[in-house]
């Protein structure tokens, strides 16, 4: 048992939810005996275990027991048109009775990339992956193969997927050091600065010409957990230009969903590449890198051969699958021609709004904050003196932001599901265009209740 397990054993709120999830249990125990850890993606982890889900519908989904939840987990930020969307589902059926890998180009791929450059500008040439790793990982190599450089800017708790060169700095490995199974030569290819030092990137820039690039998440770690706003991003593109270091926007989880058309388009900054995953493939697996016709070059058989420079090869078993394909140009073309994206963005608005009165009710010197459709908790580890009504994530040491305990808000986070809400592992969430004003007003009274719940288990002052 760990420590998070151990601590929680005599809790109340681990008895109601182990009460009310007997099915869940049940399967848990089975999955501990096939998975590490019982689970099949890290941030699904939840002690003692998480709900096991067997159907979703717009923005709610249900237990293995029957239970609603109202779900902000969101298919880790894919679903902005909400679970089972008519239209995607619609497409998908379609493209399912064609087949599902042709081993070859085909009519869908063609839609797919269209409806992405429809929205994306600067995707002037796209290569489909299959996850947001993948799309990554080619955006960098593709960076130092361009620019003939190998060092690789990132900001500190920014997320990439798991490949070699994203593992250290996300959640730990801030030195830059390797994490378990890294090489050390990969590693420190790496240079990691503070996110928004502006002046720590001049000084690097300044005294190195090995950068090939910067990539970061254009909106801030985690949609903006540690947020980072337009005048960042337009400094940097400013100076990536200035010293022939390509700039590369993580939008997998900010594309079609900050705005239509991504970070990129709330900022109006161009960048050189972009990366893009989860929405962009309406749900299903599928991903892709985009940008600037030259870079992507290097992936051309005919421009490399007429150019004299080594093509780099990228095969990959699943890449523009047709299923994805459909689900992908159905989801992006919903985005294109309605509000999904703003009514959203306008449902957390009220989300964070309702919550923050909450915790100002309760007395409780926590803060909801966030941007455009999502939503972040800060549980205040330093107790320092904050309010839901006066609370600026600028002004809080990263420290704080980044290291949220685990034990009490998972413990939160038990709470929110006996009362019919599905947080993510910090606390918060990303809407989708289904949310009404009902959710909003149910996962309110969830609060309210949760918040009463860790007061009584003396987890909060009363
Ligand atoms: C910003 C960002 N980049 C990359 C990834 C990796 O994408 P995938 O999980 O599809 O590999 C994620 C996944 O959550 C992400 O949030």
Known sequence: MNDVAAELTNSRIVGAYRERTPGSAELAKEANELFPSGITHDARNVDPYGV????????????????????????????????HHPV?????????????????????????ARAIQRLVPSAERIRFTSSGTEATLMAVRLARAFTGKQTLMRLKGHFHGWHDQMASGYTNHFDGSPTPGVLPGVAEKSILVNPGDLDAIRAAFAGDNDIAAVIYEPTGSSFGQVPL??????????LCTQHGVLLIFDEVVTGFRATKGGAQMAFDVRPD???????????????????????????????????????????????????SAAAGTAALTVIAETDASDRASATA???????????????????????????????????????????????????????????????????????GVDLNPRGGGLLSCTHTADDVANTTAAFREGIRMLKQEGELPN
């Open 273 to 323: 590449l972009s990366s893009f995953a989860k929405i962009v493939a309406g749900g299903l697996p599928g991903a892709c890198v985009a940008g600037r016709k030259d870079i992507l070059d290097l992936l051309d058989f005919n421009v490399t051969a007429r150019t004299g420079r080594e093509k780099i090869a990228h095969p990959g078993t699943f890449n523009a699958n047709p299923v």
């Open 52 to 83: 096991f889900i067997a159907r979703a519908e717009g923005p709610h989904k249900w237990d293995v027991d029957g239970h609603r939840y109202i779900d902000y987990f969101g298919g880790h930020g894919a679903l902005l048109l909400g679970h």
């Open 88 to 112: 995607v589902t619609e497409a998908v059926r379609e493209a399912l009775d064609e087949g599902t890998q042709f081993g070859a180009s085909h009519p869908r791929e063609v839609q797919w």
């Open 349 to 419: 608005a009220d989300l964070r709004e309702q919550l923050n009165a909450v915790l100002a009710e309760a007395k409780v010197p926590w803060a909801v904050y966030g941007t455009y459709s999502g939503f972040h908790l800060f549980v205040n580890p330093s107790g320092l003196d904050v309010g839901p009504y006066s609370f600026d994530p600028a002004k809080i040491p990263l420290e704080d932001m980044k290291n949220q305990p685990k034990g009490l808000v998972n413990k939160l986070r038990l709470a929110m599901l006996v009362n």
């Open 229 to 238: 706003g337009a005048e960042f991003a337009q400094e940097l593109r400013r």
